[in-house]
């Protein structure tokens, strides 16, 4: 029997359940990642939703939900598989994607950055975000992710608190991503490219906004799957 949400639940809760209500959530600019740990009912003020047809919406996506989907395997596997999947599947597309990007952002500000300045503060925002991620993803790698299974293999380990303040600077970093993420579509209007728009410039409010989806998604494996078992 399927899980009924209510204005009480949980926004990471209800995305640990059926994944595909990020997709909701996203359309709505309601944050399940950072600020998942928030109720329906608080998470709908000043959103363009009515809090019923909200857990209506999302109720309609768990009853037609793919059981086999991404976030719900990983809710009940082990930190080392959550962590070596985050790497794979996030860590190393995120990398390749930030470097592809990079040229088109910069492009498309040079050529239209005079009839549409938003664009300079896109290519600002980009580079920001870019150096942001490879840098978090990179310390993750080397150093927090181990310090996390040497936590996982004990529990009494001396440096306890160390480790679970190096997380904490984790979702502190999960956070300032997020908002310039927030800032992005803001500035690009929900990543709609202008009627004038050439087809580099639509590539990139579409890949700005596909990289927001995964972003979010690896945010929200971490802040809500994986750090909450070692506080």
Known sequence: ??????TNSLVKDIVNIAPKTSDIFKKYRIDFCCGGNTPLSTAVSGKPV??????????????NADQSDD???WT?????????HIIERYHRPLDEELHALSPYVTKVARVHGGGHPELLKVQELF?????????????EEATSFPHILTLE??????????IIEEIRELEKEHDHAGDILKQLREITNDFTPPVDGCGTYRLVYKRLEMLEGDTFMH?????????????
């Open 219 to 231: 945010v929200h494996l971490e802040n809500n799957i994986l750090f909450p078992r070692y506080f």
């Open 76 to 84: 009940n596997s082990s930190s080392e598989e959550i962590i070596q």
């Open 127 to 139: 580079k920001e975000l870019k150096q942001e991620l490879l840098e978090h993803t990179g310390k």
């Open 50 to 63: 009515q809090l019923d047809e909200l857990v209506q919406e999302l109720n309609n996506a768990n009853e």
């Open 71 to 73: 976030v719900a395997v």
């Open 1 to 6: 029997m399927s899980v009924t949400f209510t």
């Open 153 to 162: 293999a004990n529990p009494q380990i001396e440096n306890k608190e160390e």
